[in-house]
Protein backbone atom coordinates (compact mmCIF):
# COMPACT_ATOMS: atom_id res chain seq x y z
CA UNK A 1 0.00 0.00 0.00
CA UNK A 2 1.45 3.39 -1.13
CA UNK A 3 1.68 5.84 1.61
CA UNK A 4 -0.12 8.79 -0.87
CA UNK A 5 -3.31 6.85 -0.93
CA UNK A 6 -4.85 6.34 2.18
CA UNK A 7 -7.17 2.90 2.63
CA UNK A 8 -10.55 2.86 1.53
CA UNK A 9 -12.86 1.96 4.01
CA UNK A 10 -13.60 -1.37 2.56
CA UNK A 11 -10.19 -2.28 4.69
CA UNK A 12 -11.85 -1.48 8.17
CA UNK A 13 -14.82 -3.98 7.61
CA UNK A 14 -14.73 -7.36 9.42
CA UNK A 15 -15.62 -10.17 7.73
CA UNK A 16 -19.14 -10.95 6.97
CA UNK A 17 -21.12 -12.33 10.09
CA UNK A 18 -22.98 -15.79 9.17
CA UNK A 19 -25.22 -15.86 12.39
CA UNK A 20 -28.51 -17.29 11.36
CA UNK A 21 -30.09 -14.26 12.38
CA UNK A 22 -27.53 -12.56 9.38
CA UNK A 23 -28.86 -15.14 7.15
CA UNK A 24 -32.68 -15.02 8.21
CA UNK A 25 -32.22 -10.71 7.33
CA UNK A 26 -30.23 -11.46 4.30
CA UNK A 27 -33.03 -13.74 2.88
CA UNK A 28 -35.64 -11.37 3.28
CA UNK A 29 -33.18 -8.28 2.06
CA UNK A 30 -32.05 -10.01 -0.94
CA UNK A 31 -33.00 -7.97 -4.63
CA UNK A 32 -34.05 -5.32 -2.46
CA UNK A 33 -33.47 -1.03 -3.01
CA UNK A 34 -32.57 1.00 -0.63
CA UNK A 35 -34.05 2.30 1.83
CA UNK A 36 -35.45 -0.93 2.58
CA UNK A 37 -38.96 -0.93 2.13
CA UNK A 38 -39.42 -2.32 5.35
CA UNK A 39 -43.38 -1.42 5.80
CA UNK A 40 -44.38 -3.30 2.98
CA UNK A 41 -42.36 -6.15 3.78
CA UNK A 42 -43.98 -6.07 7.19
CA UNK A 43 -47.85 -5.33 5.61
CA UNK A 44 -47.39 -8.38 3.11
CA UNK A 45 -47.07 -10.54 6.15
CA UNK A 46 -49.77 -9.23 8.66
CA UNK A 47 -52.53 -7.11 9.69
CA UNK A 48 -51.21 -3.56 10.17
CA UNK A 49 -53.25 -1.34 12.70
CA UNK A 50 -51.80 2.39 12.90
CA UNK A 51 -53.03 3.53 16.19
CA UNK A 52 -52.85 6.33 18.85
CA UNK A 53 -52.37 5.71 22.52
CA UNK A 54 -51.01 7.09 25.60
CA UNK A 55 -48.47 4.84 26.63
CA UNK A 56 -44.94 4.61 25.71
CA UNK A 57 -44.04 1.44 23.76
CA UNK A 58 -43.56 1.68 20.21
CA UNK A 59 -45.73 -1.16 19.00
CA UNK A 60 -47.58 -4.30 20.13
CA UNK A 61 -48.09 -7.41 18.73
CA UNK A 62 -50.84 -9.62 18.95
CA UNK A 63 -50.13 -13.76 19.06
CA UNK A 64 -52.88 -16.02 18.16
CA UNK A 65 -52.04 -19.92 19.11
CA UNK A 66 -48.07 -19.02 19.23
CA UNK A 67 -48.69 -17.22 15.54
CA UNK A 68 -47.85 -13.36 15.43
CA UNK A 69 -51.79 -12.35 13.72
CA UNK A 70 -51.84 -8.52 14.11
CA UNK A 71 -49.20 -5.63 15.00
CA UNK A 72 -50.68 -2.73 16.23
CA UNK A 73 -48.19 0.57 15.38
CA UNK A 74 -48.29 3.73 18.04
CA UNK A 75 -49.11 6.65 16.01
CA UNK A 76 -46.47 8.99 15.83
CA UNK A 77 -45.68 12.37 14.16
CA UNK A 78 -43.79 13.06 10.76
CA UNK A 79 -40.27 13.56 12.42
CA UNK A 80 -40.08 9.68 14.19
CA UNK A 81 -40.06 8.37 10.65
CA UNK A 82 -37.30 6.67 11.27
CA UNK A 83 -37.84 5.27 14.32
CA UNK A 84 -41.02 4.03 13.33
CA UNK A 85 -38.96 2.12 10.82
CA UNK A 86 -36.87 0.45 13.26
CA UNK A 87 -40.00 -0.61 15.33
CA UNK A 88 -41.31 -2.17 11.55
CA UNK A 89 -38.24 -3.83 10.96
CA UNK A 90 -38.48 -5.08 14.94
CA UNK A 91 -41.88 -6.55 14.67
CA UNK A 92 -40.80 -8.05 11.34
CA UNK A 93 -37.80 -9.90 13.29
CA UNK A 94 -40.69 -11.46 15.82
CA UNK A 95 -42.72 -12.43 12.73
CA UNK A 96 -40.12 -14.16 10.30
CA UNK A 97 -37.48 -15.56 13.05
CA UNK A 98 -39.07 -18.93 13.55
CA UNK A 99 -37.58 -18.74 17.40
CA UNK A 100 -39.62 -16.13 18.45
CA UNK A 101 -42.91 -17.20 19.93
CA UNK A 102 -45.68 -15.33 21.03
CA UNK A 103 -45.96 -15.32 24.99
CA UNK A 104 -49.04 -13.17 25.04
CA UNK A 105 -49.54 -9.14 23.65
CA UNK A 106 -45.89 -8.38 23.55
CA UNK A 107 -44.79 -4.84 23.83
CA UNK A 108 -41.77 -3.55 21.59
CA UNK A 109 -39.54 -0.46 22.10
CA UNK A 110 -37.36 0.02 19.02
CA UNK A 111 -34.65 2.12 20.01
CA UNK A 112 -32.23 2.17 22.72
CA UNK A 113 -31.73 -0.32 25.13
CA UNK A 114 -34.50 -0.88 27.58
CA UNK A 115 -34.66 -2.69 30.89
CA UNK A 116 -37.23 -5.69 30.53
CA UNK A 117 -36.97 -7.85 33.46
CA UNK A 118 -37.66 -11.29 31.66
CA UNK A 119 -35.00 -12.79 30.37
CA UNK A 120 -36.46 -14.49 27.63
CA UNK A 121 -38.24 -11.66 26.86
CA UNK A 122 -35.01 -9.21 27.33
CA UNK A 123 -33.43 -11.80 24.46
CA UNK A 124 -36.24 -12.17 22.06
CA UNK A 125 -36.20 -8.18 22.47
CA UNK A 126 -32.60 -7.60 21.96
CA UNK A 127 -32.58 -9.99 18.87
CA UNK A 128 -35.27 -8.18 17.29
CA UNK A 129 -33.29 -4.61 17.22
CA UNK A 130 -30.60 -6.32 16.02
CA UNK A 131 -32.26 -7.55 13.30
CA UNK A 132 -33.57 -4.47 12.24
CA UNK A 133 -30.03 -3.46 11.86
CA UNK A 134 -29.18 -5.78 9.95
CA UNK A 135 -32.41 -5.70 7.49
CA UNK A 136 -32.14 -1.86 6.96
CA UNK A 137 -28.36 -1.80 6.89
CA UNK A 138 -27.78 -4.64 4.94
CA UNK A 139 -24.11 -6.24 5.06
CA UNK A 140 -23.96 -6.53 1.34
CA UNK A 141 -25.25 -2.84 0.51
CA UNK A 142 -22.71 -1.60 2.93
CA UNK A 143 -19.64 -3.37 1.71
CA UNK A 144 -20.50 -2.10 -1.70
CA UNK A 145 -20.96 1.44 -0.35
CA UNK A 146 -17.88 0.94 1.80
CA UNK A 147 -15.55 0.25 -1.63
CA UNK A 148 -13.52 2.80 -3.35
CA UNK A 149 -14.02 5.91 -1.11
CA UNK A 150 -12.67 7.05 2.25
CA UNK A 151 -13.76 6.38 5.79
CA UNK A 152 -15.66 9.98 5.64
CA UNK A 153 -17.48 9.50 2.39
CA UNK A 154 -18.62 5.83 3.55
CA UNK A 155 -20.06 7.23 6.98
CA UNK A 156 -21.56 10.45 5.09
CA UNK A 157 -23.22 8.43 2.64
CA UNK A 158 -25.10 6.47 5.39
CA UNK A 159 -28.01 8.52 5.92
CA UNK A 160 -29.54 7.22 2.80
CA UNK A 161 -30.48 3.85 4.67
CA UNK A 162 -33.14 5.68 6.35
CA UNK A 163 -32.52 4.26 9.96
CA UNK A 164 -31.95 6.11 13.34
CA UNK A 165 -28.66 7.42 13.93
CA UNK A 166 -28.42 4.48 17.24
CA UNK A 167 -29.27 1.76 14.81
CA UNK A 168 -27.09 3.26 12.23
CA UNK A 169 -23.96 3.45 14.96
CA UNK A 170 -24.95 0.19 16.33
CA UNK A 171 -24.89 -1.36 13.20
CA UNK A 172 -21.46 0.31 12.42
CA UNK A 173 -19.93 -1.94 15.87
CA UNK A 174 -21.02 -4.84 14.50
CA UNK A 175 -19.32 -4.48 10.49
CA UNK A 176 -16.28 -2.80 11.59
CA UNK A 177 -12.97 -3.86 12.87
CA UNK A 178 -12.01 -3.11 16.15
CA UNK A 179 -9.98 0.21 17.07
CA UNK A 180 -13.58 2.10 16.39
CA UNK A 181 -15.55 4.23 18.81
CA UNK A 182 -18.39 6.24 18.56
CA UNK A 183 -20.36 8.86 20.31
CA UNK A 184 -23.34 10.62 19.72
CA UNK A 185 -26.78 12.26 21.63
CA UNK A 186 -28.68 8.97 20.54
CA UNK A 187 -31.69 9.53 23.89
CA UNK A 188 -31.89 13.33 23.88
CA UNK A 189 -30.28 13.04 27.72
CA UNK A 190 -27.63 15.15 28.78
CA UNK A 191 -24.88 12.91 27.97
CA UNK A 192 -23.01 11.10 25.00
CA UNK A 193 -23.72 7.48 24.25
CA UNK A 194 -20.33 5.87 23.18
CA UNK A 195 -20.23 2.64 21.39
CA UNK A 196 -17.14 0.86 20.11
CA UNK A 197 -16.34 -1.95 18.24
CA UNK A 198 -15.49 -5.39 19.71
CA UNK A 199 -11.55 -5.66 21.00
CA UNK A 200 -11.18 -1.98 21.38
CA UNK A 201 -9.91 -0.22 24.18
CA UNK A 202 -12.20 1.09 26.57
CA UNK A 203 -11.48 4.98 26.90
CA UNK A 204 -13.08 8.09 27.77
CA UNK A 205 -13.86 9.94 23.93
CA UNK A 206 -11.57 13.04 25.21
CA UNK A 207 -8.56 9.99 25.55
CA UNK A 208 -10.04 8.82 21.91
CA UNK A 209 -9.82 12.02 20.60
CA UNK A 210 -6.19 12.30 21.71
CA UNK A 211 -4.68 8.72 20.76
CA UNK A 212 -6.92 8.79 17.26
CA UNK A 213 -5.36 8.27 13.82
CA UNK A 214 -8.31 9.69 12.59
CA UNK A 215 -11.46 11.30 12.87
CA UNK A 216 -14.76 12.92 11.83
CA UNK A 217 -18.50 13.50 12.04
CA UNK A 218 -21.20 12.26 10.72
CA UNK A 219 -24.76 13.13 10.51
CA UNK A 220 -27.72 10.58 10.18
CA UNK A 221 -31.38 11.82 10.70
CA UNK A 222 -29.93 15.33 11.78
CA UNK A 223 -28.11 14.07 14.28
CA UNK A 224 -24.48 13.98 14.52
CA UNK A 225 -22.29 11.24 15.40
CA UNK A 226 -18.27 11.19 16.27
CA UNK A 227 -16.49 8.84 15.39
CA UNK A 228 -12.34 8.26 16.49
CA UNK A 229 -10.24 5.71 14.85
CA UNK A 230 -7.92 4.58 17.02
CA UNK A 231 -6.28 1.68 14.58
CA UNK A 232 -3.37 2.57 12.43
CA UNK A 233 -3.63 0.33 8.38
CA UNK A 234 -0.52 -1.44 8.21
CA UNK A 235 0.39 -4.16 6.36
CA UNK A 236 2.01 -7.43 7.75
CA UNK A 237 5.11 -8.22 6.20
CA UNK A 238 7.01 -11.44 8.41
CA UNK A 239 10.21 -10.26 10.24
CA UNK A 240 13.53 -11.95 9.29
CA UNK A 241 14.32 -12.20 13.16
CA UNK A 242 15.42 -15.74 13.80
CA UNK A 243 14.73 -15.94 16.99
CA UNK A 244 11.79 -16.37 19.26
CA UNK A 245 9.57 -13.91 20.64
CA UNK A 246 9.66 -14.46 24.11
CA UNK A 247 14.00 -14.50 23.37
CA UNK A 248 13.44 -11.13 21.47
CA UNK A 249 11.35 -9.68 23.80
CA UNK A 250 13.68 -10.89 27.03
CA UNK A 251 17.34 -9.54 25.00
CA UNK A 252 14.92 -5.70 24.74
CA UNK A 253 14.25 -6.03 28.54
CA UNK A 254 17.61 -6.13 29.56
CA UNK A 255 18.77 -3.57 26.72
CA UNK A 256 15.88 -0.80 28.34
CA UNK A 257 16.10 -2.25 31.78
CA UNK A 258 20.21 -2.89 32.65
CA UNK A 259 19.56 -1.83 36.23
CA UNK A 260 16.61 -3.43 36.94
CA UNK A 261 16.48 -7.31 38.97
CA UNK A 262 16.27 -10.17 36.95
CA UNK A 263 12.66 -10.45 38.81
CA UNK A 264 11.64 -7.19 37.70
CA UNK A 265 12.54 -7.80 34.61
CA UNK A 266 10.29 -10.88 34.67
CA UNK A 267 7.30 -9.17 35.69
CA UNK A 268 7.66 -6.81 32.69
CA UNK A 269 8.42 -9.54 30.59
CA UNK A 270 5.11 -11.70 31.85
CA UNK A 271 2.57 -8.80 31.22
CA UNK A 272 4.07 -7.89 27.66
CA UNK A 273 3.52 -11.69 27.00
CA UNK A 274 -0.05 -11.42 28.31
CA UNK A 275 -1.07 -8.50 27.03
CA UNK A 276 -0.19 -8.98 23.51
CA UNK A 277 -1.89 -12.75 23.88
CA UNK A 278 -4.68 -11.49 24.92
CA UNK A 279 -5.46 -8.52 21.94
CA UNK A 280 -4.76 -11.89 19.43
CA UNK A 281 -6.88 -13.87 21.26
CA UNK A 282 -10.17 -11.54 21.19
CA UNK A 283 -11.76 -10.22 18.26
CA UNK A 284 -12.57 -11.74 14.79
CA UNK A 285 -9.21 -12.32 12.70
CA UNK A 286 -9.30 -13.20 8.87
CA UNK A 287 -5.81 -11.67 7.79
CA UNK A 288 -2.79 -11.23 9.29
CA UNK A 289 -3.12 -7.43 8.89
CA UNK A 290 -6.37 -7.65 11.07
CA UNK A 291 -3.74 -9.18 13.48
CA UNK A 292 -0.93 -7.09 13.29
CA UNK A 293 -3.30 -3.89 13.52
CA UNK A 294 -4.63 -5.36 17.02
CA UNK A 295 -1.71 -5.92 18.45
CA UNK A 296 -0.41 -2.31 17.82
CA UNK A 297 -3.49 -0.88 18.94
CA UNK A 298 -3.52 -2.57 22.33
CA UNK A 299 0.33 -1.96 23.12
CA UNK A 300 0.02 1.95 22.17
CA UNK A 301 -1.00 2.73 25.86
CA UNK A 302 -0.05 -0.93 27.77
CA UNK A 303 3.76 -0.53 26.66
CA UNK A 304 6.51 1.55 28.07
CA UNK A 305 7.11 4.30 25.20
CA UNK A 306 11.53 2.98 25.75
CA UNK A 307 10.24 -0.57 25.05
CA UNK A 308 7.93 0.02 22.31
CA UNK A 309 11.40 2.56 20.14
CA UNK A 310 13.73 -0.32 20.65
CA UNK A 311 14.58 -1.39 17.04
CA UNK A 312 13.64 -5.00 17.82
CA UNK A 313 10.88 -3.84 18.72
CA UNK A 314 8.72 -4.53 15.43
CA UNK A 315 10.40 -7.81 15.27
CA UNK A 316 9.14 -8.75 18.71
CA UNK A 317 5.38 -8.00 17.09
CA UNK A 318 6.02 -9.49 13.74
CA UNK A 319 6.93 -12.95 14.99
CA UNK A 320 3.91 -13.06 17.54
CA UNK A 321 1.74 -12.09 15.01
CA UNK A 322 3.37 -14.45 12.65
CA UNK A 323 2.85 -17.40 15.19
CA UNK A 324 -0.98 -16.84 15.99
CA UNK A 325 -1.99 -16.29 12.47
CA UNK A 326 0.37 -19.83 11.71
CA UNK A 327 -1.80 -20.98 14.37
CA UNK A 328 -5.10 -19.44 12.96
CA UNK A 329 -4.38 -20.61 9.29
CA UNK A 330 -3.80 -17.45 8.16
CA UNK A 331 -0.50 -17.91 6.64
ZN1 LIG B 1 -40.21 -6.78 20.28
Given at each position: ??LS????A????AP?P????D?I???L ?15 D??D ?9 V ?18 R ?32 T ?7 E ?18 L ?7 R ?5 S?Q ?12 AW ?8 I ?12 D ?81 Y ?13 V ?5 AL ?12 E???R ?9 L ?13
Amino acid sequence: MSLSSPPEAAEWLAPPPDEPIDRIADRLFEGGSIPVDVERLVRDRIDVDVVDWPFGVDALLIWHNGVPSRVLIRNRPVNYARRVRMTFAHELAHIVIPWHVGYGPESCTSDVSDSLEDNYVRTQENEARNFAGRLLLPYSELARAASGVSLQAFLDNLDRFEASAWATTLRLTQILRSGFIFGGNFTDSSQLDVLRTPGTRSVSLGEAQRSAVDEGTFTVGGRDVQWFQLTDAEVFAPSQDPRKPSEIIKSILFDVYPAKTTEERDGIFYSTQGMLGAALSQGVFDTPDALLRQARHRLKTGVEREIRSHVDWDAYVLKTVENRARKLGLL
